[in-house]
């Protein structure tokens, strides 16, 4: 199981960036997805999450109406899309996958996600 996050860089306050994460070695049909953060001094935050099979979606309060998570199943990269970015938004941000799906209608906890990409960095500027 490989997981690869990209697509971070340097942008202005409320500009956007997407955030890819290629996996390999298990069907984002069966396994699910989540985005996570951390920022310098801080813990690791759950962002975002996507089911496996059904697609169902979570996004925690500070980036809801902001970010969308989705799922290319055929060429199996799971998107963050980051609209509206602000300076709080700047971490470090990891993808990871959780062989047992997700939990529904909460925020996504680093230990339940038993595999991980390296992190791609995301500044936003003031």
């Known amino acids: 199981v490989q997981l690869q996050a990209s697509g971070g860089g340097l942008v202005q306050s409320g500009g956007s960036l997407r955030l890819s994460c290629a996996v390999s070695?298990?069907?984002?049909?069966?396994?699910?997805v989540g985005w996570f953060r951390q920022a310098p001094g801080k813990g690791r935050e759950g962002v975002s999450c996507i089911s496996s099979a059904d697609r169902i979606s979570h996004y925690a309060d500070s980036v809801k109406g902001r970010f969308t998570i989705s799922k290319d199943t055929a060429n199996n990269i799971v998107y963050l899309q980051m609209d509206r970015l602000r300076p709080e938004d700047t971490a470090v941000y990891y993808c990871a996958a959780n062989p047992y799906g997700t939990a529904y209608g909460r925020d996504p906890l680093p230990s339940e996600y038993d595999y991980w990409g390296q992190g791609t960095q995301v500044t936003v500027s003031s």
């Open positions: 070695g298990f069907s984002l049909e069966s396994y699910g």
